[in-house]
């Protein structure tokens, strides 16, 4: 049963998968090509939950499907790109497109024979299994130096989105409280001392 | 630890049926006669000058990224909250310089005047 | 759990790059409306730290920790203090060319800190991980320093093109280390080159696979050809401060990965990516010295020359013996200081709304400024291989260590690369002293500091051409 309904799962999840992402390359609407890119994730997010790593599943669609396909959204709708034009040459570009992914499948399905590559699918694990803390026990202690240089990493993108994309404020009127505190008399008020006219 | 997830697959399982029944039953029992009037867009009789659709501004693009990087922070703190006591005050130290760092790069930004709109 | 809290001490110099870069980020955004040269000063400072801390720390011993992510050795450190020292004169020759330009400053010194702290985590890796985290972290402060002038369409087509090969480099080295784990079951490159001792290459296809899409990972980040299409065109679209970082301290990082990936970690399929390399350093020497020939940028003609450069260095490399791999980082380090030299003047020499960029630029250089024609000549003598200089003894010991290693064919082809690449060195040699300026007033754009640093930069490279034991040695004990 339980061997059975996985394998249902897998197959669903990944002719899905292709499917979609061939939907992703082929369709006209560059939304809808992106609505796509977002199932995609999805099925390959329960092909991670069904290598128990439950962890990455959920980060997948957290940070994929929340955040990143948000940003493409964007991207795709202030590029305001004209598909059609982008596909005028996709039949010329086929034959040799065709045989590069043709050139990396073959070598794919040579490398993941069980001959070649000794990694060997992980073992299931009982209910009370959680990948979550041996993935926790393992990232912040062993691999704790490539954890802080990950945060490096985030800071230079910070920096980086930043000065690229960001033109400083333009024409903002908000308040500089600080300076409206420290405003002093002499630079609102200047008194000026005019002789008075004498009467006659 | 699959069999934790089976009521979460018979969920989806039910939740797309949901979504789907309601599109295929109208598909089979509405009437359908599309002809080339009715699938054109209408702008007040005339033929419609322009693209409907705007680019966006780049600044929700600025907005969207630094979201990004935030998130991905809050999913480097879900296994540091469940291993919190294995991993000991070594773990803590990790997270915080972690932390701090973005932190470093908050102030820069709300510096930069990047989360004000207009 | 068996875990042992990791020595922290070898990695004090990336730890303090780490804080000083955060420092400078912070003074920049509340200083420097104060006190305008502070982010400027403070990096300058927290190069001279890093150097003063990498020397200090070296015990002379091989150290790994970090549970085999970090390793401290002979050759890391000599590495991480020819990035540093070059970083700080890159910092010096572009002051003012940042300030004159619409660059933003701090965020200038920033990216260019953060992307040396990359370079120096790569130097230091010592597995699959920290080494692609240093190699992005090296790479995505470039792509967005060449942009950073942000009303040139050239820089940022540049910064595009750049963006695009530099994500196809990462891809394709990512999917060889990604073999190589599935052969392997070992991410440390300690442990994969222990287990590859029982495992011949003839017997594991799969090994050789993941080899060449290594080497082509590392031939695209040294912008070797046939990976060099980027080169020349980012070296020309971006402005001349960043060319000049991108054209220097990079090309020791990359080098550095060259040599973890193959010398440390595959030394047994050292016969397998000699050919690899034999390809990559032929096809550059030919393409970077015809190409640069009819080069009329001087940006350009130096981009060409760096693939000609990259493509005599790998030969130190596929030697295959400890005589090459020491001529090949001897000879990376002399480049290094040479293109630093050259892209420094090109630099140095761009005032305010005018760029030297072309070598008409350079038309009678001699009489308007006749020192700085001097250190130029010096440069270009160096880079063509001319005696004494140290340019000459870098292809000398490259050349050797063929010789030694039976490729007495292939040293026979370099000499003949480097016989037709003079032509062009010397063609800027001859524009300069020879040629009518086109312009009669006096060159003025470079401020004291910068001459003096223009003129240690040449100078040294004249006496390593005199005592080249000064280096030479130190890369010697490495292997």
């Excluded at chain 2, 997830?5 to 939740?15: A, K, N, R």
């Excluded at chain 3, 011949?200 to 799969?206: F, T």
């Excluded at chain 3, 010398?263 to 032929?282: K, N, S």
């Excluded at chain 3, 007495?408 to 010397?426: E, K, S, T």
Aim: hydrophobic share 55%; charged share 15%.
């Amino acid at each position: 049963m339980y061997n059975w309904l996985t394998d249902c799962v897998f197959y669903v999840a990944a002719a899905l998968l292709v499917v979609s992402s061939l939907l992703v390359i082929t369709s006209r609407n560059p939304v809808r090509s992106v609505l796509f890119l977002v199932l995609c994730f999805f099925c390959s997010s329960i092909l991670w939950m069904l290598l128990e790593a439950e962890f990455l599943a959920l980060v997948l669609i957290f940070v994929y499907v929340g955040a990143v396909m948000t940003l493409f959204l964007f991207v795709v709708m202030m590029l305001h790109i004209d598909l059609e034009k982008l596909k005028t040459n996709f039949v010329r570009y086929l034959p040799i497109g065709a045989l590069i992914v043709l050139g990396m499948i073959g070598l794919m399905g040579y490398i993941i024979a069980p001959e070649h590559f000794s990694l060997l699918a992980p073992a299931h694990h009982g209910a009370d299994y959680s990948n979550i803390k041996e993935l926790g026990t393992a990232l912040y202690t062993h691999y704790v130096y490539p954890f802080e240089l990950a945060a490096v990493i985030l800071i230079v993108a910070i920096i980086s989105a930043i000065s690229l994309a960001h033109r400083g404020p333009r024409g903002r009127k908000s308040q500089d409280v600080p300076s409206q505190l420290n405003i002093q008399r002499n630079d609102r008020v200047r008194l000026v001392d005019v002789p008075a006219e004498k009467k006659e | 630890m699959l069999e934790n997830y089976f009521s979460v697959l018979i969920f989806i399982l039910i939740g797309v049926a949901m979504g789907v029944a309601p599109l295929v039953l109208g598909r089979l029992v509405a009437p359908h006669r599309p002809d080339k009037e009715k699938n054109s867009p209408y702008e007040c009789g005339f033929d419609a000058f322009e693209d409907a659709r705007l680019p966006f501004d780049v600044r929700f693009y600025l907005v969207a990224l630094l979201f990004i990087i935030f998130d991905l922070e809050t999913a480097f703190f879900f296994p540091w909250a469940v291993v919190l006591d294995k991993i000991g005050w070594f773990g803590f130290g990790a997270m915080m310089i972690f932390l701090g760092l973005l932190v470093i790069g908050f102030i820069y930004e709300w510096k930069k005047g990047a989360l004000e709109w207009e | 759990m068996n875990f042992v809290i990791p020595d922290v001490v070898p990695a004090i110099p990336e730890i303090f790059m780490l804080a000083m870069t955060c420092i400078v980020l912070l003074s920049g955004l509340f200083l420097q409306r104060r006190y305008p040269s502070l982010p400027y000063m403070l990096s300058l400072l927290a190069l001279v730290g890093a150097v003063v801390l990498t020397v200090a720390l070296y015990k002379h011993t091989t150290e790994i920790t970090f549970h085999n992510s970090y390793i401290i050795d002979h050759i890391g450190s000599i590495l991480k203090v020819t990035i540093l020292g070059t970083c700080f004169f890159v910092f010096l020759y572009c002051r003012r060319y940042v300030a004159d330009r619409n660059i933003l400053n701090t965020e200038f010194y920033v990216l260019c800190l953060f992307s040396v702290l990359g370079m120096m985590v790569l130097v230091s890796a010592y597995s699959f991980i920290s080494l692609y985290l240093g190699l992005e972290i090296f790479s995505l402060p470039l792509y967005a320093l060449i942009a950073l002038q942000r009303d040139a369409a050239r820089s940022a087509e540049a910064a595009m093109k750049y963006f695009i090969m530099g994500a196809v480099a990462s891809g394709m080295l990512l999917y060889g280390l990604s073999m190589i784990y599935g052969a392997t079951k070992s991410v440390d490159i300690a442990v994969v080159s222990q287990v590859l001792t029982s495992v011949p290459a003839s017997q594991n296809l799969i090994l050789v696979f993941g080899l060449v899409f290594v080497v082509v990972g590392v031939a695209f980040k040294l912008g070797g050809a046939p990976f060099h299409m980027w080169v020349p065109d980012v070296y020309e679209g971006a402005p001349s401060a960043v060319t000049l970082f991108i054209a220097t301290a990079p090309k020791i990082a990359a080098f550095a990965m060259a040599v973890r990936l193959l010398v440390d970690m595959m030394p047994l399929y050292q016969v397998e990516w000699q050919h690899m390399l034999i390809v990559v350093a032929l096809v550059s020497m030919a393409i970077g010295n015809f190409v640069a020939i009819v080069q009329t940028n001087l940006k350009r003609m130096l981009a060409y020359s760096s693939i000609a450069h990259m493509g005599y260095m790998s030969l130190g490399l596929l030697s295959g013996n400890a005589q090459g791999y020491s001529a090949a980082s001897f000879y990376i380090i002399v480049y290094t200081i040479m293109s630093l030299g050259a892209f420094g003047m090109v630099t140095i020499l761009s005032g305010k709304g005018f760029e030297m960029e072309t070598i008409n630029d350079y038309k009678g250089l001699n009489s308007r400024n006749p020192w700085l024609a001097f250190i130029m000549l010096l440069l270009m003598f160096s880079m063509a291989g001319v005696p004494p200089i140290a340019g000459f003894f870098a292809k000398l010991g490259v050349i050797e260590s063929l010789v030694e290693a039976h490729l007495v064919w292939l040293a026979v082809l370099a000499l003949v690369f480097a016989i037709i690449g003079a032509y062009y060195y010397l063609r800027v040699v001859k524009v300069m002293y020879f040629d009518a300026p086109e312009h009669q007033s006096r060159i003025d754009t470079t401020s004291m500091d910068t001459r003096i640093a223009i003129s240690a930069n040449g100078l040294f490279i004249l006496v390593l051409g005199i005592f080249p034991g000064i280096i030479f040695n130190l890369c010697k004990a490495a292997f």
